[in-house]
C-alpha cells in the first residue's frame, strides 16, 4: 500500500482548519472567542485576517510543492534542471513577503495601540492578586472588597455533583456598567498571576511592585467569566474571574447598596470590638472563614502539605503562645506563603478562626480568642513575634 505523501497531509489539515474557522465562526466552539467589546471584536477580526492570509499562504507554497512532486516525479522521467541563483526569482520572494507583512502589520499596529490607550476613562479600578483570590477597589467610591471560588470543597473532592460553572464562581463578582470606559490598574501581593477575560479581550500580567494598565468598555450586559492565566501555584486553578456587566442605572444602584452593605458590614465589626462570644458561635464562624481562607494551604483535616504548607494539627503556633498565633494571622510572615489577614478579616473572623484552630484538628487548648483581643493586640502595636 503506498503511503499519503506528506504534503498531502498538510494540504488537507489547512482545508480542514479553513473549514473549522468557517463553520464554527458563530459559536466560537472551535474558534476564538469573539467578545462584547470594540476591541474584542478588532481583535477577532485581526486573528481571522491573519488566519486566512496564513492559510492562502500554506495553500499557494504546499501547492506549488505537491503540483510540482506530483508533475515533475521521477516515474515521468522527469530530469533535475541545474541552475544557480536568479535576481529575479530573489527580488520577488522578498519584495511578496515584505508586503505581505506589511498588510499583516498596519491593521495589527492599529489593534495593539488601540488596546494600551487607557485615557479619557470613566472609571478606575484597581485589581490586585494574591494566592489565591481578586481584590477590586473601585477608585473615588470607598468601595472594595476580595472576591474568592464560591464552589464548595465537596464538589472538589468529588463528594458532590460540580455545578454548571465548576470553578468558575465567586462569591462577590466584579460588577461593572455597560457603555462606560473602564481603567484597570493591575498589580500583586505576592507572586506574578494575570488577569484574563477572554469576552473583553483583556489579559495583563499583575506583577509585585509594578503596576500594568489594561480597560474595556462593555457593549452588552451580562456574566462574563475568566480565571488567573498565569502558574501562580498549588491553587492556580481555583482563581476565577467573575465580571457581571450591567446597565448604567442598574449599576449606579448596585454602587449604592454596595457602600451601604460595606458601611454596614464596618459597623457590625465595630460592635463585635464589645461583644463576646461563646465557644461554640467562635467554632462555628471559624470553621467557615477556614474553609474558605485556609483549607486550600492546609487543607480542610488541618494536615497541611508537607514540605509547602506546615500542618494546624499539632502545629507548635495553634498550640502555643496565643499572641504569635495572633500576630501569624494578622501580619502573616514573610519570606513564606503565609500572608498577613489584617485587611482580609475582620477582628471577629480572626478571632474566630484562631479559636477554631487552637480547639480543632484534636489541638483542644480550651483558649477562646474574641474580637476585642484581636483589636487589643493590633492596637498596642506589637512586632512581629519569632516562633519559640
Not at 471559624?286 to 487543607?299: I, M
Request: aromatic share 10%.
Amino acid at each position: 500500500m503506498k503511503r499519503i505523501p506528506v504534503t498531502v497531509w498538510l494540504t488537507l489539515e489547512v482545508f480542514a482548519a479553513t473549514w473549522a474557522s468557517s463553520t464554527f465562526a458563530e459559536d466560537n466552539v472551535l474558534n476564538m472567542t469573539q467578545g462584547v467589546t470594540q476591541i474584542s471584536e478588532e481583535v477577532y477580526h485581526l486573528h481571522m485576517l491573519i488566519f486566512y492570509i496564513c492559510c492562502a499562504i500554506a495553500l499557494v507554497v504546499f501547492g506549488a510543492m505537491f503540483y510540482s512532486i506530483y508533475k515533475h516525479r521521477k516515474s515521468k522521467g522527469a530530469v533535475a534542471a541545474h541552475f544557480h541563483e536568479s535576481t529575479k526569482v530573489e527580488i520577488v520572494w522578498t519584495v511578496i513577503p515584505i508586503i505581505i507583512l506589511i498588510a499583516m502589520a498596519v491593521p495589527a499596529t492599529k489593534t495593539l495601540l488601540a488596546m494600551e490607550d487607557t485615557s479619557q476613562s470613566d472609571l478606575t479600578i484597581k485589581i490586585t492578586g494574591s494566592q489565591w483570590k481578586w481584590h477590586y477597589s473601585y477608585f473615588e467610591q470607598d468601595v472594595e472588597f476580595f472576591s474568592l471560588l464560591a464552589t464548595t470543597q465537596n464538589q472538589i473532592d468529588g463528594i458532590e455533583a460540580k455545578g454548571a460553572h465548576y470553578l468558575l464562581e465567586v462569591d462577590n463578582a466584579l460588577v461593572l456598567p455597560i457603555n462606560r470606559k473602564i481603567r484597570f490598574l493591575l498589580t500583586s501581593d505576592d507572586v506574578i498571576h494575570s488577569w484574563w477575560v477572554p469576552d473583553f479581550a483583556v489579559k495583563k500580567d499583575t506583577i509585585p511592585g509594578f503596576i500594568n494598565e489594561a480597560w474595556t468598555k462593555i457593549d452588552k450586559p451580562g456574566v462574563y467569566r475568566g480565571q488567573c492565566a498565569e502558574l501562580c501555584g498549588r491553587a492556580h486553578g481555583f482563581m476565577p474571574i467573575v465580571v457581571h456587566a450591567m446597565a448604567e442605572d442598574e449599576y449606579d444602584t448596585w454602587l449604592e447598596g454596595k457602600k451601604a452593605e460595606l458601611a454596614l458590614a464596618k459597623q457590625q465589626a465595630a460592635d463585635a470590638l464589645s461583644s463576646e462570644l461563646s465557644m461554640e458561635e467562635l467554632m462555628q464562624i471559624g470553621e467557615k472563614v477556614y474553609v474558605e481562607r485556609c483549607a486550600v494551604c492546609h487543607q480542610a483535616n488541618g494536615e497541611g502539605i508537607p514540605g509547602a504548607f506546615p500542618a494546624i494539627k499539632g502545629s507548635k503556633i495553634a498550640t502555643g503562645d496565643v499572641d504569635v498565633h495572633i500576630d501569624t494571622i494578622v501580619n502573616g510572615r514573610a519570606g513564606t506563603a503565609m500572608q498577613a489577614f489584617d485587611n482580609q478579616l475582620t477582628e471577629k473572623e480572626i478571632a474566630a478562626v484562631i479559636t477554631y484552630q487552637r480547639n480543632g484538628f484534636e489541638n483542644n487548648t480550651g483558649d477562646v480568642v474574641q474580637a476585642s483581643d484581636i483589636n487589643s493586640f493590633k492596637t498596642q502595636g506589637q512586632g512581629t513575634k519569632e516562633e519559640q
